[in-house]
């Protein structure tokens, strides 16, 4: 382990756009880079095209969803799973999906259990079919 702690670099998932790990072990803590719903073959999740007419549909629920279940793989990579999060950062590009996105949160998450959050508006993410991004901290399992 080098003292920047273990990285973890993950070949069945999307690949980072620079040179940043997946997420990286220091201590007892994993800190998991911010996960969009991006799938290995650089295609989305909650991206609907129509075959006909070319009009894009973003779909906030699916987008949330794949992105907890991203989070949740890499975590598992080092043993954890999403109860080990203790805190999330959460980027939305518009806060008119705030409500698409706690629908789905709610699914996954407590209030008694889950994690401390913060979710703020950013002017945009690095493809135009994202919504969402979510950044998490997490309590290895001992």
Do not use: W
């Not at 072990?25 to 007419?53: A, L, Q, W």
């Not at 590009?93 to 703020?120: A, L, Q």
């Amino acid at each position: 382990m080098s003292k920047n702690g273990t990285p973890f670099i993950l070949d069945e998932r999307a690949k980072a756009l620079a040179n940043y790990p997946h997420m990286r072990k220091v201590g007892d803590f994993f800190f998991v880079s911010g996960i969009s719903s991006r799938r290995p073959d650089n295609t989305y999740e909650g991206v609907h095209v129509d075959p006909e007419t070319g009009k894009v549909t973003l779909d906030i629920g699916e987008q949330t969803k794949a992105v907890i279940e991203n989070i949740r793989t890499i975590l598992q990579a080092g043993g954890a799973d999403l109860e080990n999060i203790i805190d999330l950062t959460v980027f939305l590009v518009d806060m008119k999906d705030y409500k698409g996105f706690n629908y789905m949160y709610n699914k996954y998450f407590n209030i008694e259990t889950g994690p401390t959050r913060t979710t703020v508006a950013v002017h945009q993410l690095p493809n135009p079919n994202l919504l969402i991004e979510i950044k998490a901290t997490a309590l290895c399992n001992k």
